[in-house]
């Protein structure tokens, strides 16, 4: 994965084999000098990714600089609030932004997540359950919820809460 920082917060956590990537990082460049290599928030993101991966850590507590319009931001903050191991529907993302017309611009702002699994767009699926629109892949997106999905220990319950 390649991760970006901002003294404001993290701005980028995406697959480094994403087609979009280069894009992503060019609209990086007017962002107050994001740091891909050496910042302490990166140390802490790393170490919150371990324990995500290890099944202990079900939420980040990253201060966050993902840039974005104001309806880009409102759907990235509903996507914070899916709770972890569940999964919403586009039709129903957008019910939740008070916008149930616009499931196109829904979806379309949710792939222009820039933090993936920090925002987890993963969570969001077709309305008969299929996986659908992740830009990381969806052979992805179903490890990830399969991960989510497992049941997490006592000890890993207290340590990601």
């Not at 000098?33 to 790393?46: K, Q």
């Not at 880009?72 to 586009?90: C, D, F, H, K, M």
Request: include cysteine.
């Amino acid at each position: 994965m390649v991760a970006a920082a901002t003294d404001r917060g993290l701005c980028l956590l995406e697959f480094a084999d994403r087609p979009l990537l280069p894009r992503e990082l060019g609209a990086l460049s007017g962002r107050g000098a994001p740091a891909l290599g050496d910042h302490p928030l990166l140390d802490r993101l790393e170490a919150q990714l371990d324990q995500y991966f290890a099944g202990s850590r079900r939420a980040f507590d990253l201060p966050l600089d993902a840039g974005g319009t104001p309806f880009q931001r409102e759907v990235w903050a509903a996507l914070r609030l899916i709770p972890y191991g569940e999964t919403i529907s586009y039709a129903e993302l957008a019910r939740r932004v008070g916008r149930p017309e616009a499931r196109r611009a829904v979806g379309a702002a949710t792939g222009r997540n820039p933090l993936s699994i920090v925002i987890p767009c993963h969570r969001v699926v077709g309305s008969d359950g299929a996986l659908t629109g992740y830009g990381g892949g969806l052979w992805r997106k179903k490890l990830l919820l399969e991960l989510e999905r497992r049941p997490v220990s006592a000890g890993a319950r207290a340590r990601s809460r």
